[in-house]
Each structure stands twice: as C-alpha cells, then as structure tokens.
C-alpha cells in the first residue's frame, strides 16, 4: 500500500511539474527557437498563425522554401499567445512582410472566451508593431467554419462575419493589404467548402492550394 501511494505521488509531482513548465512557456516561445537561431537569411515573409498556418507548412513546404517564405504557426494558438511571441517569431526575424492569419481559435474559446473586439485588437496590436519595426503587413480574413468539433456548442458562423468585416475595415482605412480567403472558400452553410477540407476548419491540399493562389496576388503587390 506504502509503496502504491509513493508512485501514486510521484505520478501526481510529475504532472503538476509538466503543467507547471507549460504555464512557463505559455506563448510557446521554445517552439521555433531553435529554427529561429538557425535562419541565415532574411525571410521574405513570414506567416503568423495557428495549426492552419502550421500544416500549410507540413502540407506544402516547397511552396515557402522556393520563395523564402517561413510559417511560424503554431496548433491551437490564440492571438493573445501570438501577440506575445511576435517579436521573436516574427520582427527579430526581419522580413519583408508579414501574413497574420489568427482568431478561429480565439472563437472556438480555445483559451477560454474573448470577445470579438479583444480578438480585432490583438491582431490590430500586431500589425502595429510589424509596420513600427518597418514591416509590411497583410490581415488575413479568417476561413469559414460551421462547426468545432472541439466544441460543438460554440456557433462560429456570427463571431467570424463580424470579425473578417472588422479586419477587412481596419485594413482599408489604414492601408494595409487585406487577403480575403473567406469569399472563395465559403459553402452555402457559411462554412468550409467540402472539398477545401476535411474537419470543418483545417484545410486539405486543394484548401492550401487556392489559399496560395490568393496570398501570392497580395504579396505580389505588397512586395513590388
């Protein structure tokens, strides 16, 4: 019994050290760290984002490769944690520009509820500090979603209408470049079309691949 309850023990220390270490890192600072130190040149852009810009990357890594592109998204991420990290994932680095694709999981409550405006002025927080460290900026519109399967009970359709129109506005009243991936991903359910996806949120290959034809319009002008 005596030596049940000391593994029993030890169990429980060594999961209250593991989430104690998570609490430390709670914006994930160690995630590209390493892959920060290694970088030689310059990125021409990097992508700020969540597990969308992250399996992006997985997906189609020769897509940033051959252009110089980095992702620095990061599974499950809200915008309070990206705004956090942005200066070393994103302003230490240098680039050119910078694509922010952020807020779905802010809706989905993945680090508990936030209104939408809280959501607006995390991104807005980063575009300012990209454009104060001489960075160009493009917003991304976030994808549609009918459906978290993470959490069913939250409805996403309204909260991400009423954020894209606010980033959409942000952008053209400051001039910044805006890259609506919504309009020509959106179905009649105002969600994901079927075949840019297979989970609701997370695009597939042929998502990626309209997403790319969309970013490389913006970038071409954003970059000229």
């Not at 852009?45 to 890594?61: K, L, Y």
């Not at 209104?115 to 519109?141: P, Q, R, T, Y």
């Not at 913006?218 to 000229?224: D, G, N, Q, T």
Request: proline letters at 3%; hydrophobic letters at 40%.
């Amino acid at each position: 019994m005596k030596s049940k309850f000391i593994l029993f023990a030890a169990a429980l220390l060594a999961s209250s050290a593991l989430s104690f270490g998570q609490q430390k890192d709670w914006a994930n600072f160690s995630r590209y760290e390493q892959a920060n130190q290694t970088i030689t040149k310059n990125p021409t852009v990097v992508f700020m984002g969540n597990s969308i810009t992250e399996g992006w990357q997985n997906a189609h890594p020769e897509f940033f490769k051959e252009n110089n592109y980095v992702g620095r998204g990061i599974s499950g991420q809200v915008t309070s944690q990206m705004l956090v990290r942005f200066r070393a994932d994103v302003i230490n680095l240098k680039p050119k520009a910078v694509v922010i694709l952020a807020g779905t999981n802010d809706i989905a409550q993945n680090n508990g509820f936030i209104k939408v405006e809280h959501i607006f002025e995390n991104m807005v927080s980063m575009a300012e500090l990209a454009k104060a460290n001489k960075i160009k900026v493009v917003i991304c519109s976030v994808l549609p979603a009918a459906v978290y399967s993470w959490h069913k009970e939250i409805d996403p359709i309204q909260p991400i209408s009423e954020l894209n129109s606010m980033l959409k506005e942000y952008a053209k009243k400051n001039k910044i470049a805006y890259a609506d991936y919504f309009s020509v991903m959106v179905d009649e359910r105002q969600g994901l079309e079927k075949k840019y996806q297979n989970d609701e949120v997370h695009p597939n290959k042929a998502g990626y691949v309209v997403m790319e034809e969309v970013i490389q319009k913006v970038l071409k002008k954003v970059l000229r």
